[in-house]
């Protein structure tokens, strides 16, 4: 996908992002996104995922067009949820990334387990003492908006998890997307879907399927 949004973005807003400079050096972190590697809860996992009879068609809360693009969904679970995204695996918000990191230093940085801090229901971890204080002083200052869950997949109603790695700061707010190729759909139209995603939430918390995939990053 090829999208002329860069020049128009910079002349109109503060903004920056993480895991793509510009749009023709994005490639997806998921190389088959609907393989029939993907576990047996995975709604995209039938015979013909991509088929007109796919059960991804609508619920996939990402790809309009193509409804298994992007969609490496390996968990699904029903409402309501909770009003921060927490990995299940891990039990951290941002999957244990470090929020005050995309301020300061312009990328997703792993926390440490020393530096954990607990905010609106959820355990956020911290790379270092000077971060989780920074945090703790202010955490809406530092907390990705919409509890850390997909910022496109919530201008569409719907509710997604994301990679730490794929994130923009937008006027000052930090915005997450569950991936590289995901992140170019939300890019498209930054104001637009900022103005979508502040009507769907939070109310997509009490009607939505949550949708989860699988991101090892801090590697």
């Known amino acids: 996908m090829k999208i002329q949004y860069l020049a128009a973005l910079l002349a109109s807003s503060a903004l920056t992002v993480g895991a793509v400079a510009l749009p023709n050096a994005v490639s997806s972190v998921f190389a088959a996104p609907c393989a029939g590697a993907a576990e047996a809860v995975n709604p995209c996992a039938s015979a013909n995922p991509c088929a007109s009879a796919n059960p991804c068609a609508s619920a996939n809360p990402c790809a309009s067009a193509n409804p298994c693009a992007g969609a490496d969904v390996v968990r699904a679970t029903e409402p309501p949820h909770p009003e921060v995204y927490v990995e299940s695996a891990s039990n951290l918000a941002i999957r244990g990334a470090d929020p005050v990191a995309y301020f300061t230093e312009g990328e997703a940085v792993p926390g440490n387990a020393a530096y954990q ?87 997509v918390l009490t009607v939505k399927t949550f949708y989860e995939n699988t991101v090892s990053w801090a590697q």
């Open 117 to 203: 801090y607990t905010w609106n229901g959820a355990t956020w971890q911290f790379s270092s003492a000077e971060n989780r204080a920074l945090f703790a002083a202010d955490p809406a200052a530092y907390a990705p908006q919409y509890g850390g869950y997909c910022a496109k997949a919530m201008s569409e109603g719907n509710l997604a998890s994301v990679d730490p790695r794929v994130w923009t700061i937008v006027d000052g707010k930090l915005y997450l997307n569950y991936s590289p190729d995901v992140q170019q759909q939300w890019v498209q139209d930054i104001p637009g879907n900022i103005v979508k995603g502040d009507a769907n939430w939070p109310e």
